[in-house]
């Protein structure tokens, strides 16, 4: 049985109730995603998250970050479907103009833009978001705080 792959993933939400995301051009579309990638072989979720967000953003990150939902999803890669694991970590921080300087390749051919999106903004977007219902989640995480078990966020 192959091994799923597994993404770790940071929501990066700010003290004025914004959230990182950045936008790529997917198999079918532009979709808005937090910033993350796969976990390497060897790689515990903190050192994934760290390295990803370096990678990513720029951004580095100092502290552990709580684990507050897990996604059971798709991708396309070469026109075949397959399964994955998202993970994702509540961050919070001040607000940062994110780089890419650090990003591979085949990450920056498919980055578009990142943006602070006001959390009220994301569930009334017409944009797509992944996971689906991330407006939703948001909310429940600006009101509520981190839950202290991952909630699964569906596709």
């Given at each position: 049985?192959?091994?799923?792959?597994?993404?770790?993933?940071?929501?990066?939400?700010?003290?004025?109730?914004?959230?990182?995301?950045?936008?790529?051009?997917?198999?079918?579309?532009?979709?808005?995603?937090?910033?993350?990638?796969?976990?390497e072989a060897g790689e515990t979720a903190p050192e994934t998250?760290?390295?990803?967000l370096r990678e990513e953003?720029?951004?580095?990150?100092?502290?552990?970050?709580?684990?507050?939902?897990?996604?059971?999803?798709?991708?396309?890669?070469?026109?075949?479907?397959?399964q994955e694991r998202e993970r994702f970590f509540y961050v919070p921080c001040e607000e940062f103009v994110p780089v890419t300087k650090s990003m591979e390749d085949a990450e920056l051919s498919c980055f578009r833009e990142y943006r602070w999106w006001p959390v009220s903004e994301v569930k009334d977007s017409p944009d797509r978001f992944v996971p689906a219902k991330l407006g939703t989640l948001l909310e429940d995480l600006q009101v509520n705080g981190p839950s202290p078990d991952a909630i699964e966020t569906g596709e």
């Open positions: 049985m192959k091994d799923i792959p597994e993404s770790i993933r940071a929501v990066l939400m700010s003290p004025q109730g914004r959230v990182l995301l950045m936008k790529i051009q997917g198999s079918r579309g532009t979709i808005w995603i937090t910033p993350g990638g796969r976990r998250l760290r390295r990803e953003t720029g951004f580095n990150l100092i502290s552990d970050s709580q684990e507050i939902w897990v996604r059971h999803g798709t991708f396309f890669k070469g026109g075949e479907r397959l």
